[in-house]
């Protein structure tokens, strides 16, 4: 996130191994969609290009939340039915 934000949105970098288990995931997700809302960005004096690319950046990052919740929902239900059997 840190590399794809300009300096005055105060991204931090994340190291993988806080990526690695759910809450970590859903912990960074939160505080990106939060840093890069295009309301929250034009508050703290972006430009107009500036919202412009918070708001693509904003709906990727929701995008990519969905899919990591829909293929986790997934793992659960396969986990919980027992061992598959082919």
Same mark, same amino acid.
């Given at each position: &996130?840190?590399? /794809? ?13 806080? /990526? ?12 990106a969609i939060v840093l890069i809302h295009p309301d929250k960005? &034009? =508050? ?5 290009? =500036? ?8 709906? /990727? ?7 990591? =919740?829909n293929e986790e929902m997934g793992k659960s239900a396969q ?8």
């Amino acid at each position: &996130m840190d590399s /794809l934000v300009w300096v005055c949105a105060g991204s931090e970098g994340v190291s993988l191994g806080e /990526l690695m288990y759910d809450k970590g995931v859903k912990k960074y997700y939160r505080k990106a969609i939060v840093l890069i809302h295009p309301d929250k960005v &034009m =508050q703290r004096g972006a430009d107009v290009h =500036q919202k412009y690319i918070a708001g693509k950046v904003f709906d /990727l990052l929701k995008e990519a939340w969905s899919k990591f =919740q829909n293929e986790e929902m997934g793992k659960s239900a396969q986990s919980s039915s027992g061992p598959v059997m082919f």
